[in-house]
């Protein structure tokens, strides 16, 4: 798919991946809407993009998990620049990482890094399939194919992420509904370098996994994947390639593949940050 011309929104658009992709999509000509948590992000990140591209760009303030704040980036994305062809579930939350996590916090990283997705799907999937188009990338994470040392609710999530979105491909590719789904490792942005206590153990094993195991790639570099992702209108956008290999080797000796995760983990100081109390 070309993106020329065309309308899309992307949550979690204000920073990092998200505001990567959405300058690359103004570059290629798309109209945009950009969405995420704070008012102010929103207007600084809407600003920067209209100077790239005059009247190319809009922004809405809002949690990307709320259906009533989906329906309004629609809303907002038709009327200033017409039906919405692309949606961008990139939103994202690292969350509380290690077991004894709360069910408040398995619920707050479910919404946005897995509900947020289905209930934008619930939204646009239908006016796809009366169309005939629609394109869907959701930003999961090789840790949705792998796994993520040091966070269950990460590693979880976006398995499920990775799982919808398959699903949706599989469901309604022959209805014009196109999917691709984003699986980098380390990207550097707020989310892989937070500032976090010193006794954070789970965000930092997360943190010293994700740097051990690859280079850390900008969102620029990312952005350039996605577009040409798109353009192939390929399912798995891969931009560290070496985690087709490592799919593979899980996949093809799964035993061995978690004898050496726990290898892993035990280099870089262990797997579980914290007993559960
Ligand atoms: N950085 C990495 O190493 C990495 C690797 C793999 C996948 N990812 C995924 O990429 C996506 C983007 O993350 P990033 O690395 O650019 O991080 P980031 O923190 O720089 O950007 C994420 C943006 O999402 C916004 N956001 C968070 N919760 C939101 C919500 N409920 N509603 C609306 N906006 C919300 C944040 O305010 C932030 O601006 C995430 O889904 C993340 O899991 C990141």
Redesign the pocket.
């Given at each position: 798919m070309q993106v020329d011309g065309h309308t899309a929104i992307v949550?979690?658009g204000?920073?990092?991946?998200?505001a990567a992709m959405a300058s690359a999509l103004l570059d290629r000509g798309a109209r945009v809407v950009i969405?995420?948590?704070?008012e102010w992000?929103v207007a600084g990140a809407t600003a920067a993009l209209n100077r790239r591209g005059p009247d190319s760009a809009a922004g809405l303030a809002?949690?990307?998990?709320d259906p009533d704040h989906i329906d309004a980036a629609v809303a907002l994305a038709e009327e200033r620049f017409g039906p919405v062809s692309l949606y961008f579930a990139?939103?994202?939350?690292?969350g509380a990482p290690g077991l004894a996590a709360t069910d408040e916090q398995w619920d707050a990283v479910l919404?946005?890094?897995l509900l947020?997705h289905t209930r934008a799907a619930r939204r646009l999937v239908p006016d796809w399939i009366a169309r005939g188009e629609g394109y869907f990338v959701s930003?999961?994470?090789?840790?949705g194919l792998l796994t993520q040392l040091g966070s269950a609710t990460?590693s979880v999530t976006?398995h499920a992420a990775v799982g919808f979105a398959e699903w949706l491909n599989v469901t309604y590719g022959d209805q014009g509904v196109r999917v691709s789904c984003?699986?980098?490792?380390?990207?550097?942005?707020?989310?892989?370098r937070p500032t976090m206590p010193d006794d954070d153990a789970g965000a930092r094993l997360m943190q010293r996994a994700?740097e051990a195991a690859g280079e850390?790639l900008t969102?620029e570099q990312v952005a350039v994947q996605v577009m040409a992702g798109i353009e192939d209108e390929r399912f798995l956008i891969l931009p560290h390639p070496q985690v087709l290999d490592m799919y593979r080797q899980k996949a093809s000796d799964y035993e061995r593949w978690l004898g050496g995760m726990r290898r892993f983990a035990q280099r870089l100081g262990g797997t579980e940050p914290a007993a559960p109390a």
């Open positions: 949550t979690g204000a920073a990092g991946i998200g969405t995420d948590l704070d992000k809002g949690n990307a998990a990139n939103a994202g939350i690292a919404d946005v890094n947020a930003t999961a994470s090789a840790a990460y976006k984003l699986c980098p490792m380390g990207v550097d942005t707020q989310l892989l994700v850390v969102p």
